[in-house]
């Protein structure tokens, strides 16, 4: 029987992005999937301090990033980009993902900040 192995062609090259956000990851308990429908599963449960990966596996880039749409924002500690420490700051192209350590207890909204329409809970309980 002949078992075939991945096509190495389809795999991207490790950008320096990519190997700074593998070089700090500790690992992580949640997966959530972008793909061209959205976050798959929009709805993640973890425990404080717990880590989500957000994989990037569209078509186009991704951007996530907290909303208020759960009734208030994930904190801030001053040093992000934006309005939340929940931010990946930057858009995330194809294959490439993030991570994000939850440390405060809450439910917390994003959204994909390229297309608004697509959005997310994560729930740390």
Not at 6 to 12: A, G, H, K, L, S
Not at 75 to 103: H, K, M, V, Y
Request: glycine share 8%.
């Amino acid at each position: 029987m002949a078992t075939s192995s991945p096509d190495v062609t389809e795999i991207p090259p490790l950008t320096p992005m990519m190997k700074a956000v593998l070089e700090k990851s500790k690992g992580f308990q949640a997966l959530v999937s972008y793909t061209d429908r959205g976050f798959e599963p929009a709805d993640v449960v973890v425990q404080k301090g717990e880590t989500v990966r957000f994989t990037n596996n569209s078509s186009g880039d991704l951007w996530v990033a907290a909303t208020g749409a759960s009734g208030r924002v994930y904190p801030s500690t001053g040093n992000e980009c934006g309005q939340s420490a929940f931010d990946s700051c930057i858009p995330l192209r194809p294959q490439e993902f993030w991570e994000f350590t939850f440390g405060v207890a809450g439910t917390w909204s994003y959204t994909d900040n390229l297309h608004k329409d697509r959005t997310g809970v994560v729930r740390a309980q």
